[in-house]
């Protein structure tokens, strides 16, 4: 990658939901000026790191249809077969699961990962343990999406709170068409996400590679 299209990567716009955030640290930066000098370089520092937490580089989609995208950056961390969450009334038939780690250093913005239309979204309360652990899937809090496919199978996408994150936006509407790569949420501060891919489809990543959100491809749905 070129030198300026690195700073474009880390000197994205942020995402709106940064925006308080980068606030709070300009209006500390300004106190500080007239204040106390600590409190101006404390808040100058905390609005440069949401700068950087809450950029939202522009991502290019794979043109070919049919294809499991990426739902977040990060490294996969697991790769298992699993029932989706049980509030969003899939069944229980075990599916691969492929979750993705997103540490601070990610981008946290999330993307849709298949071209569909939202069947159904569920919230569900729970723990905030460390979300790099298998067991976040079932104990943390999480926000999770069932995605129809065109040709009627679906896959789930699960936004999972971390050890830090306490909140979970999703932009997206029960009938709502979606289309892979678009964005459709964040986890502020530390996350994980998982995508249930439908019955019978294997994925064709490993465990520790890097996600790009909306451009890496998890799994041909066609195969």
């Known amino acids: 990658m070129s030198i300026p299209a690195s700073f474009r990567l880390v000197l994205a716009p942020p995402h709106p939901a940064g925006k308080p955030f980068i606030l709070a640290g300009l209006v500390a930066f300004a106190a500080g000026l007239a204040l106390a000098g600590w409190l101006a370089w404390l808040g100058a520092l905390f609005a440069l790191f949401c700068l950087y937490f809450f950029r939202d580089p522009e991502r290019v989609a794979p043109e070919r249809t049919g294809l499991a995208l990426a739902p977040a950056d990060g490294k996969v961390v697991s790769i298992v ?70 040709d009627g199978r679906d896959v789930a996408v699960v936004q999972i709170a971390g050890l830090v994150a306490r909140r979970i936006l999703c932009d997206l509407h029960e009938g709502e068409s979606v289309r892979a790569g678009a964005r459709f949420g964040i986890i502020r501060f530390g996350s994980r996400t998982d995508l249930y891919l439908p019955v019978g489809v294997r994925p064709l990543v490993s465990v520790g590679q890097k996600m790009v959100g909306g451009e890496t491809v998890i799994a041909d749905l066609s195969a």
Do not use: C, M, Q
């Not at 077969?81 to 069944?91: F, I, N, V």
């Open 81 to 150: 077969e699993a029932p989706p969450p049980p509030e969003l009334g899939l069944g229980d038939a075990p599916r691969w699961r492929v979750a993705t780690f997103l540490s601070v250093l990610d981008v946290h913005v999330n993307r849709v990962p298949v071209d569909g239309k939202v069947e159904r979204i569920a919230y569900r309360h729970g723990s905030f343990i460390d979300a790099s652990l298998d067991k976040a899937s079932a104990n943390n809090e999480r926000n999770a999406l069932a995605i129809r496919l065109p």
